[in-house]
């Protein structure tokens, strides 16, 4: 089992930074493939990017490159999501999610456990 609590979401304005942490309890967190994910009202949930669990490799949403970069530190068992040149359409709930697993995944029902979102709102 792996519990996992977002922080860091906010309002911001666009063109601003962002900063989104997932701190994972139980067991050991380098064992998960990790992701971020969004959603917004009447949308399905969205795949952001993903991360192994010894940081082998990442994969991010096309339209996100640039922009957005994951991270992690297994040290502190701890996820991250560095967003910059926030824009309107990036207002979402965002989600973190981990998979018992080496390899990384896009797809949401590939991932065993959530924790429960963290609003991010950009105003124009």
């Known amino acids: 089992q792996v519990q996992l609590v977002e922080s860091g979401g906010g309002l911001v304005q666009a063109g601003d930074s962002l900063r989104l942490s997932c701190r994972a309890s139980?067991?050991?967190?380098?064992?998960?493939?990790v992701a971020w994910f969004r959603r917004t009202p009447g949308k399905e949930r969205e795949f952001v990017a993903s991360?192994?669990?010894?940081?082998?490799?990442?994969i991010y949403a096309e339209s996100l490159k640039g922009r957005f970069t994951i991270f992690r530190d297994n040290a502190k068992n701890t996820l991250f999501l560095q967003m910059s040149n926030l824009k309107p359409d990036d207002t979402a709930v965002y989600y973190c999610?981990?998979?018992?697993?080496?390899?990384?995944?896009?797809?949401?029902?590939?991932?065993?456990?959530w924790g429960q979102g963290t609003q991010v709102t950009v105003s124009s």
């Open positions: 999610a981990a998979r018992h697993s080496w390899s990384i995944a896009t797809n949401a029902d590939q991932y065993e456990y």
């Open positions: 991360i192994t669990g010894r940081d082998e490799s990442r």
């Open positions: 139980g067991r050991t967190f380098g064992g998960y493939a």
